[in-house]
Each structure stands twice: as structure tokens, then as C-alpha cells.
């Protein structure tokens, strides 16, 4: 005789890997549903999810996907095609160089190639040692101090590529001193 199994019940709309609480995608869910209408809307679902879990993994971009009935590929496509999306966790400190018309006639393209020279790593990356992310963003409303380059909320303007040493300096430095604080942090 041959044994029928049950087919396993599976919840399609939880993502596989449990990597973020339960909360986060109820969060997300409670937005979905305040929306009228999530046609066109997904953009502005993305903008929220990665505003709840730090950027967009692909669990979560197939959640959204499932969530609104569409291809996990119009997801992917759409995450991939603006570079304000990330697919991965950002750093400690995330500095954004305005490549906006003003800052960039402002040699904004040398400062970003600065940034990735002296950090080893390309824009939307983070180091290795988990403390910074590059990204490129677009205007961010100081163009009188172009160009400029944003590290977190602080806003640093009129930037040449000899200052960049400084403002990782400064960075780094409050990281030790943050460190030196912790019983059993760095010395
Ligand atoms: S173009 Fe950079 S702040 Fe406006």
C-alpha cells in the first residue's frame, strides 16, 4: 500500500530564512493595508520596508513580491535599478556624496572616488570592518556648500578630496572612544 502524506500546510506570505523578527513584517504589513491601493504603489512600499529592516534583503523583497501578487523579479528588478535601494546591511556610518548637478560640477566625482580609494570599496558597499558605507545620492538641498558630502545626518560642505582623511579620522576616533567606554572594549 502505498502511504499518502499530507501536503505540508506552508504560510507562503513568511519569508524562509526567519532573519528579522516577526514585528518588522507586521509593520510592513500594517502599512500595505493602510494603502488604498497598491498598484504603483510599489516603490513607496520598498522606501518603507527598507525604513523597517535597514535595506532590502531578498527575503523580504520576495515577501513583497508574494504580498502584492507580482513577479519576485519586477521586485528585483525595480530594487535593482535605483541605487538608493540596498541589498545589503549598511555600515555604522553611512556617507553620502551628493552627486547632485551642482556638487558634481564641483568635482563630487573626485570625492566619491576618494572615498572608495581610501575605503577599498565601491559606492553602496560597506567595509569589512562593518563602520562605513559609500552611496551616491542625489541633491540634497545645500548646493550653496557644494559639494557635499553627508556622514550620517551631519552635513559637510565645500568638501576637497585632502579633507576626506580628516572626516574618516573623525570617525574613527569616536569609535575608539566609544570602544574605550565598554569594559572590555579596545584600549
Ligand atoms: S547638488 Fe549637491 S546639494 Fe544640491
Redo the contacts with the bound molecule.
Sequence with gaps: MIAITKPQEIDVMMPAGEEFPKEKYEELNVFIESLETTKGALIEILHKAQHIFGYLPRDVQLYIARKLGIPGAEVFGVVSFYSYFSTKPSGKHTISV?M????FVRGADKIVEKFKEKLGIEANETTQDGLFTIKDVR?????GL???VMVDNKVFGRVKAEDIDGILDLYRTKEMQHADKIPGGAK
Design positions: 551628493c547632485g548637478t551642482a556638487c541633491c540634497i538641498g545645500a548646493c557644494a559639494p557635499v
